[in-house]
């Protein structure tokens, strides 16, 4: 179970690194076009486009990540009030719904995906983009989010039966 952890782990990471380089390049997009606009008065039209395709690959490959780190709202108020064991099973119940939850998203951009490529999706601006890579980032994100939530639902089980499941702190 460990090293299966890790691979996910290692793959989330990788995708949290990729976002985190998709950031430069689209503000570089973005100070190009500016600066072809208002200087040389001849934009590119491009940057709108590309920097929601750079936005949408940044948001789902990131979130797996962002998952593995903590970094996501958790509003504890109501378990740290509850006895240990009671929210040891509340945390695998609701990582669970999560998890099904992100499964479900999986399956359905992984269907949006597959009728862009059936129909040959193309934005609809003068660029006339091919919408089926910016597309993939969806349903890989999702299948990399769960694939992380699910390590995370089978460690929270096996700490819950164990008895080391401790606490999580406000902070």
Do not use: C
Request: net charge positive; no cysteine; glycine share 6%.
């Amino acid at each position: 179970m460990n090293k299966f952890r890790h691979i996910i782990e290692f793959i989330a990471n990788i995708g949290g690194y990729f976002s985190g380089w998709l950031v430069p390049l689209m503000v570089a997009l973005i100070t190009v076009e500016v600066f072809m606009r208002y200087v040389l008065h001849r934009p590119p039209m491009i940057a709108d486009e590309f920097s929601a395709y750079i936005l949408v690959a940044m948001s789902y490959l990131g979130a797996a990540y962002a998952f593995k780190e903590k970094s996501q709202v958790r509003i504890t108020a109501f378990v740290i009030r509850l006895p240990q064991r009671v929210s040891s099973w509340l945390r695998v119940g609701t990582l669970s719904l999560a998890l099904l939850f992100s499964i479900g998203l999986t399956w359905s951009s992984y269907d949006f995906m597959m009728a862009s490529f059936k129909y040959q999706a193309k934005s609809a601006t003068w660029l006339n983009f091919p919408l089926q890579g910016p597309q993939m980032t969806i349903p890989i994100g999702f299948a990399l989010l769960a694939l992380i939530q699910l390590a995370e639902v089978v460690k929270a089980i096996m700490d819950t039966r164990s008895g080391t499941y401790i606490k999580e702190s406000i902070a």
